[in-house]
Each structure stands twice: as C-alpha cells, then as structure tokens.
C-alpha cells in the first residue's frame, strides 16, 4: 500500500479549512490528519499527528503563522510548512520572513471564488504538497561566506558597461538559494546579475529589498530601460517577463508582460536566452532548485554560445526538476552543491571577463 502523504490544515476560517480539506482529500496520495484554528493549536497539533506537510495561514489570532512556524521548527519534526498568503506588501513582508525561518514555500490564496481561482490554487497546493513531502523537511539554509575577487579583478569596480553577465533562474526553493548566493557575492563583484525567480507580482520587490539588507552588492527589482551595472543584482518583477538586449555599448533591461511560458512569468528561459544573445560567451549561466524545465533552454542557448553553465546538484536541491531539465539537454557544463556555486560564479566572470 503507497504511503499516504499526511496534511495538516490551519487557518482561523472555518470556510476555508473546510474547503481546503476538501479540495486536498480529493487527491488519492493525501491524508488530512487534523486542522487547527491558530498558531497555538498548530504546534499541539504537530506534535499529536506529525503530519509531513502543513498549510499555514499567516494571520491568525492568538499565534500568526510565522510565530507557529518557529514553533514547529523547534519541535524538530521532519514537517514541511506551506504559507497561505494573501497578494498584497504586507503579507509579501511577512511571506520572505517565513522562508527565512525555514518554510518550504508559499501560495497565494485565491483572488476570488471562481473556478478558475479555485482549480488554480488546487494545482498549486497538490504539487508543492507532494514536492514538499519528497524533501522530507529538508531544509537548504546555509549561512553565507562573503567571497574576496581574483587578483587584479577588483580595478573594475561597478562600471556600466557591456561585458561579463551572471544570469540565473530558479523557482521553488530559490529564495533562500539566491539568498545563499547574492550574500556570499563580493561588493566589487565585476559584473551584474540579473535573475528570474518564480514569484509574484508585490513579492519581488520585498524579496528584493530583503536581499539588498543582508548582502555585499546590491540588490533590486529591475525597472524597464534600466542599464546594468557591476556590483548590482536585478530580480525580475513578480508577472512581468525580463530580457537584457544591448544599446550602445550598455546592457539594457526590457520588461514585458507577455505570455505566461511554461505556466509562469518572469520566464528563466526567455530572460537567459536573452542574455545568450546580447553578452554570448561572456555569460555565466545558473539554473537552480526549482519545479518545472523553465530555464533549460535558456541555458541551453548560454552554452551554445559559449557561456559557463552551472546547475544545483540534487541532494542541495529543495526541488530538482528544473537543474535536472537542464542537465538532460545536455547543457550544463558543471554540476555543484549550493555552497561551491559562489566560488564558480567567480571564477566564471574571471574566465569570461579576461
């Protein structure tokens, strides 16, 4: 007999456990062990059931959710937590905080009561439920180690100018990933990173600004027509697709929000072919944890043209779909733990750049 994947639902609305109950039970490989109306009756509730998986409302009377979810981390249970969150700044605060503290990811809660919205949100859920049971309640935090340049590297301070380009995707797992990397970045780091991270829209910008508070460079949302500067990271906004095409010398940002490509935007696909295409063998190329192939024929496009490429190994991986679509094409030249991505990013822009 398969083993049943153990879900526990808490939100102070009665509707909404109910509808959530249901909407879980109807898939085969999910059990809902219990459902609780605050934080405090959440972590009681962790304790008596072990549940693999909880959803977790952020605000709640009593406890919120962040304050169940460092609750439950301190139960040391193999429990993975799902925050349920509405789509506006503050809950987008409250959201980032909760993947520092260890939350396996995040959804947003329905705009209405529309089939649509419901059968949207009931795909979501299901699959980082079943994503989040794989893990185990494996956790990929790792405390950065801020990285020194190559001799001779740090003359270039942050020029604007057309040159070497980090250009990554990533999706689920990615923020605390990204958070790892952009902090172990040197401030001098002699080129600008540009990424496409599955979020949305109000989220990117939090992400962003969180980031930008714990690292060396900095860290923001791109804006449309904005030139790429050295020592910066730029975060796609949250429904909006990014490219990099080059003017004059410079390398431009070019926002659009075009068609959703393979169920999400910003595209990792569109933003690295991008890059392919306007910085060619000077551009590292990183796809990592994430559900989905988004971003494999990007890098695909990156290696082709002569670029670095580099992908998540799969034990460091919340989720491993999007490193392994990259590596069956065949276009990935390393394949590395979390904690050597850093280091291989600076000596990619050393090779690339001399």
Known sequence: MVEKIKVAV??????????????????????????AKDGIDAIELVKKTEPNVVTMDLVMPRA??????????KLQKNTSVIMLSAADRASADSVMKSLDLGAFDFVMKPAST????????????????KAAFKTGGKRIVEKEHLLSLAPGKEDRKCAVRAGPVIAIGASTG???????????????LPAPIVIAQHMPKAFTE?????????????VI????????????????????????????GKLVVELSPGERLHGGRPSADLLLSSVADSVGKNTVGVILTGMGSDGSKGI?????????????????????????????????????????IPRAIINGISGVGA
């Open 10 to 35: 808490v939100d102070d609305s009665l509707f909404v456990r109910t509808i959530l109950s249901d909407m879980l039970s109807s898939d085969p490989e999910i059990e809902i062990v219990g459902t």
């Open 206 to 218: 939090s992400f962003a600004e969180r980031l930008s508070k714990k690292c060396a460079i900095k």
């Open 174 to 188: 990615g923020p605390v990933a990204l958070r790892y990397i952009l902090g172990s970045m040197p401030a001098l």
């Open 114 to 129: 529309s089939s649509t919205d419901i059968m949207r949100v009931k795909w979501e859920i299901i699959t980082k439920i």
């Open 300 to 340: 695909q496009r990156i290696k082709q043209a002569g670029g670095l490429t580099i992908a998540q190994d799969e034990q460091s991986s919340l989720v491993w779909s999007m490193p392994r679509a990259a590596i069956r094409l065949g276009a990935v030249d390393h394949v590395m733990p979390l904690q050597d």
């Open 221 to 248: 949302e791109a804006k449309e027509g904005e030139v790429l500067t050295a020592c910066h990271a730029y975060i796609a906004p949250g429904e909006m697709h990014m490219e990099v095409i080059e003017e004059g």
């Open 64 to 73: 919120d959710g962040l304050q169940a979810l460092e609750g439950i981390s």
